[in-house]
């Protein structure tokens, strides 16, 4: 899942965003609170743990169950993260998010994953969030706002796939 041109330094890597210009977001390994959840220096309310991934409550839900599933290794966002990392974190979020449905009585749930500070990353360790929904919750959802013309969603699109070398 790794991005053409990344810099990274393997399992610890500090990311240096340079395919997010302006963006902060570099923290070390030794003062992630979630390397530190990792290695058993803060507490957390395990669901779901493998050699490479870990499930636990946020500390902060937006609703009752929700929850962080993180790889082991620190990698700052999705763009760091080599892509066997990738597939081992995005495998847990079918039976973790089955089991906090179950638990939580919830009928949907949400995944949502925040890349960079702009996009609301505050902890820069790759976590994804199980957000438990029910219909009427009450929690709102970024509104769509429709494309202007065809036009303006084309070109969109032709930068998209030109930044990605399939012109």
Not at 20 to 49: H, N, Q, S, T
Not at 89 to 108: K, Q
Request: charged content about 20%; hydrophobic content about 45%.
């Amino acid at each position: 899942m790794r991005l053409p041109g990344r810099q990274s330094a393997g399992p610890n890597p500090v990311s240096f965003h340079d395919d997010a210009p302006g963006e902060v977001g570099i923290m070390p390994e030794a003062d992630c609170i979630f390397c530190k959840i990792v290695k058993g220096d803060i507490p957390c309310a395990r669901i779901y743990e493998t050699e490479h991934v870990l499930a636990f409550l946020d500390v902060a839900p937006v609703a009752p169950g929700h929850t962080l599933v993180i790889p082991k290794a620190h990698y700052a966002n999705l763009f760091d993260l080599p892509e066997e990392e990738g597939r081992r974190l995005f495998a847990a979020l079918a039976p973790v998010g089955r089991a906090i449905m179950a638990a939580t009585g919830a009928s949907g749930i949400n995944v949502q994953m925040n890349n960079y500070e702009s996009a609301g990353q505050v902890v820069f360790h790759a976590h994804l969030h199980l957000i438990p929904r029910r219909a009427g919750d009450g929690l709102a959802l970024w509104p769509g706002q429709p494309y202007p013309d065809g036009a303006t969603m084309e070109a969109l699109a032709r930068a998209a796939r030109q930044a990605l070398g399939a012109a």
